[in-house]
């Protein structure tokens, strides 16, 4: 059992004098310790109780890279010896102002089980789920070694978050908590292939968490072509869903829409995104396709990506293209594990 997948009730019910699990709290999150010997207040025996009870690291980094751009990537080995990846992503700064916002993407699968034809993280399948503990670590270990406190996150890293939803309801309450993270849920995005009823029971959840539907075309006909899932889920039932999310929460919600050259681009689909976009007041995030070694998928040019964005913003819709950020270290979904594991099998290679 790992400790960072507790509640501080939990922890509570555990301790005796109770108020000791408090000061475990601070160690971990305010204090960031990195071993039970660390926590100096607590009496010998009981850190020693501790050590044997629980574990304190859920993930041990193997790697870090740094892009021209200041995003930092994190190649995060679990006890099983699986491998994730973790984004640190500094803000943009703005023309006039310096942003202190810092967003860590995080994983929630070792693989995925989804297929989308253009991703690197459904290669191979889907291994496991993360566990809470896995979930909150890795936010804890950038914090730690990047020196930088994490405003906010977007669950958006390798994995389905829903198809994972108790434990990632669990990491994210953790995360949320003034006892541990304190992030607020307003600044906590889970992002999704679309899997209705469970966008349903997330827009149930008392927490108020941000909501990402990753859409990639905007009729059945294309995003059935890169997305199995919409398959079992339709876009016009997974379109009710969003529109349960949207006003069982009153919040905006984001659809993503990768931009992929000749396959979902044409302004056609901008069109129809368009309504979609302005039926649900949706900002749209358009995110030009970055290119996975193996894949044959193509980026379109900025010409027409810029083409795109105009279009929905003729239809009523606010489109941002995402600037790219860390193509040079493999930021994108699952690549650099995809190159560790690929070097790994062929030593010759460095
Ligand atoms: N499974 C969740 C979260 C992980 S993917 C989901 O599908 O939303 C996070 C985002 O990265 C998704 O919008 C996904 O479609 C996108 N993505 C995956 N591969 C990509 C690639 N090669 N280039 C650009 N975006 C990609």
Redesign the pocket.
């Known amino acids: 059992m790992n400790i960072k997948a507790l509640y501080r009730e939990e922890l509570t019910d555990l301790c005796d004098p109770a108020y000791r699990a408090d000061q475990i709290l601070q160690w971990i999150y305010a204090k960031q310790a990195g071993s039970f010997d660390e926590m100096t207040n607590l009496p010998a025996a009981f850190r020693q109780k501790l050590a044997a009870d629980f574990q304190l690291n859920a993930v041990h980094a193997l790697k870090t890279r740094n892009a021209t751009d200041t995003t930092e990537k994190f190649l995060f080995q679990l006890h099983d010896h699986s491998l994730i990846e973790t984004v640190l992503i500094p803000a943009t700064p703005g023309l006039t102002t310096q942003s202190d916002r810092h967003t860590v993407c995080v994983s929630t699968q070792v693989g995925?089980a989804?297929g989308?034809k253009?991703?690197?993280?459904g290669l191979e399948g889907v291994k496991r789920n993360l566990t809470a503990a896995e979930i909150v670590d890795q936010v804890l270990h950038v914090q730690k070694l990047s020196g930088e406190r994490v405003s906010n996150i977007v669950?958006?890293?390798?994995?389905?978050?829903l198809a994972n939803y108790d434990n990632l309801m669990r990491a994210l309450r953790i995360i949320n908590a003034p006892w541990a993270l304190g992030i607020g849920a307003r600044k906590i995005t889970v992002?999704?292939?679309g899997i209705v009823p469970r966008i349903r029971q997330f827009a149930d959840e008392p927490m108020q968490l941000r909501l990402?539907v990753?859409l990639?075309g905007a009729t059945d006909e294309v995003r059935e072509k890169i997305m199995p899932v919409n398959k079992k889920y339709p876009l016009k039932e997974l379109l009710a869903a969003c529109d349960y999310y949207v006003n069982t929460k009153h919040r905006m919600m984001t659809f993503?829409y990768?931009l992929i050259d000749g396959v979902n681009d044409t302004l056609d689909q901008a069109r129809i995104l368009g309504a979609i976009g302005r039926q649900l007041r949706a900002k749209v995030n358009l995110?030009p396709?970055?290119p996975?070694e193996g894949l044959s998928w193509k980026r379109p040019t900025r010409d027409r990506c810029k083409a795109f964005q105009h279009a929905l913003k003729t239809h009523g819709v606010t489109a941002t293209l995402r600037m790219e950020k860390g193509t040079d270290i493999n930021a994108?979904?699952g690549q650099l594990r995809l190159q560790h594991e690929r070097n790994l099998s062929t030593p010759n290679t460095v």
């Open positions: 995925c989804y989308c253009f991703c690197a993280s669950v958006m890293g390798m994995g389905e978050p992002s999704t292939v990402a990753s990639h993503e990768i995110i396709y970055n996975v994108a979904c």
